[in-house]
């Protein structure tokens, strides 16, 4: 905890100093606090100061007691959100413990709307994130930006991590030939969905994996894995075809570093089938293994997502300041990557660890000061 209060006491205050009446440290640590703590819009977030006054003493300041919630708000929204990033990258290396890990790290980047932050003309907040589930823990994000998309901040949000030695995931929105020339440029390979929006390419690989015998060939040039599992009451079927014989492709000279093509064909039984097919390029070697783990933990960031909506109520939280709404985005995924480090004793959800912190906020959270 000492190192993290270095850390936010670093980031710049641009408040008029004989103004300031709470310090940017005390406000950052407050709304971390109560963000565990199942707090879950401003005044909630004061109330919780409010409640637990002399537990916060022991960390921080609190000069002029505790600010107001409007204050807390003004404040988040004059932080620049690389900073606020910058803290939450700086906990993630005290705490990572995989050093040595000798499984390839895959970083999924993927797109959020934060629905409670539009008003009237202006459009809400649109974060894109990389996520690495391996670590639960989210390498950055960026804002993009009110007439462009994601296409244009993708490549902006790699320049600003490290992703040299990983796999990159993206869905069809960033199967780009720029997006690709980004990755590899920065020495990684990737793993992207064809979809529709690539015409030429999606008719190629879809085409190509209609040929029956052809997927008997890869079954047998071992590029192909089966699972099956029970999720919402029907069985899913999950067979992997990886192959790197791609040289009869007319798209392949577009795409930086392509070294195989894959397809997932689910079946679904509950009353009766149900076959989809989905379909990737990658730069990555025949690894069937490493082909389904890359498309699987791709999910992994639409979880996360799910989390901030779910867990965090993000999209009913009105945060109307673009800045503070951003800097509020990046503390739930704090949270989301410090509740899944966090034992309560019992196997619980992220939301009811949240309500066992609010019961007891000492308690807890004086456990989660010691990770």
Known sequence: MTEILKT???????????????????????VLFAKLANADDWEEVEIFAKSNEEFLRQYIGLENGIPSHDTMQRVMGSIAPEYMQG?????????NSNEGETLKKIICIDGKTMRGNQSNG???NHIVSAWCDMDGFCLGQKKVEEKSNEITAIPQLLDAIQIKGSVITVDAMGTQTEIVEKIKQKHADYTLAVKENQKN????????FEDVELLKEIKCNNGYRITKEKSHSQIETREYYQCSKIGWMQEKSRWKGIKSIGMICKTTEQSGKQVTRRYYISSLPLNVELFARTVREHWSVEVMHWHLDVTF????????????????????KWCLSILKLFD????LSLRKKRYC?????????EQILSL
């Open 8 to 30: 936010i006491e670093l980031i710049e205050d641009k408040r008029q100093e004989k103004k300031v009446r709470h310090k940017l440290l005390d406000i950052v640590v407050i």
């Open 87 to 95: 803290v939450y990258n700086k906990w993630h290396e005290l705490v």
């Open 122 to 124: 202006q459009k809400a």
């Open 201 to 208: 390419l999606y008719r190629e690989i879809s085409e190509y």
């Open 313 to 332: 109520k993000e999209d009913a939280n009105t945060t109307l300041d673009k800045t503070a709404a951003q800097n509020l985005n990046i503390i739930n």
């Open 344 to 347: 309560v004793g019992k196997k």
């Open 357 to 365: 912190i609010s019961m007891n906020a000492r308690k807890y959270l």
